[in-house]
C-alpha cells in the first residue's frame, strides 16, 4: 500500500472550516480595534482644531469658530494653520455645533471634550505657585517660610492645603477672579491633592483658613478635569481637609443638585 504524504481532502477542508471559524472570530475585533483608531483620530483632530481656533483667538483673531472651519477642513485652500489637515479618519464631515466641532458620523462624537476648561493664565498661576515651592521635586521649607513669615517652621506642616492656599492669596494679590452664572463675582480657588489640583470657584474673596466660619473652602463651581466639566449648584459644598484624596474622588462626592455650566474666559454661563 502507497504511504499517505499530504493532507488527505477530508483534513483540508476541516483545516480551511478551523482557519474559517478563526477569522470569523478575529475579523469583528479587527474591525472595532480599526473604527475605535478611527473614532480617536478623528476627536484629536477635532481637539487639535478648537485648540487652534482658541490660540489664534488669544493672538487677534476675530472670527468665528465655523469660518475658522472651513477654513481649516477645506482640501483646496492653503492651510496656514497646520502642517496637517485636520481631518475625520472615516471621511465624516465637520461642523459647529454649539462651541464644538462636531463629526457627521455619529459615534465619533459620544467622547466629544469641550475646550470650557481652566482659563490658561490661572492654571499657570497655579502651577507656577506650586512649582515655586519645589526644589528637585522637594517642597522647599525656606522658600515657603520666608513667603509666609514663619519663624518657627516647627508650628506648621507645610504641605498642608492652607499654607499653599495662604502663599498663593499672598503672592498673587488675592484670588483670581471671575463672574458666575447670574453676574456676581467669584473667585478661583484650588486644593492640593494626592494626585494634582482640584480647581473650583466660589463667592468669597477672603483667604480664610478651615477654623473660621463660612470658609472659602466651600465650592459652588468645581472642576472635572477628567470629562473638561465645571459644575455648578448654588449651595456648593466643602472640601475642607480633602488633600489626600484625589481629585476624581472630590468630584465623584459631590452631592444632588450639581448642574453643568460653561466657563468662557473667566465667565460662567448655563
Ligand atoms: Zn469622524
Known sequence: MKKQTGFTLVELVIAIAILGILAGLAIPQFMEARNEAAKKECLANRTQILRMFHAQRAVGYNGELAPFLVEVTDENSEN???TFQPKCADNGKYSVADEYVVCSIEGHNEDIVGFSTIPED?????????????????LDVDVLNKLLGITNAGDWLLTKNDQLRDAFYKTNGGWVEGTGIDGQKIYFKFLKTADGIFIYANQRKEFLNSSESGSDWNAQYIYDAATQKWFYNSKGQGFYGSENKTEQDLVGEKNAGWTEVTLSGNTFSK
Open 80 to 82: 496656514k494653520y497646520f
Open 122 to 138: 490661572l492654571l499657570k498661576k497655579f502651577n507656577d505657585m506650586i512649582d515655586s515651592f519645589y526644589k528637585d521635586g522637594v
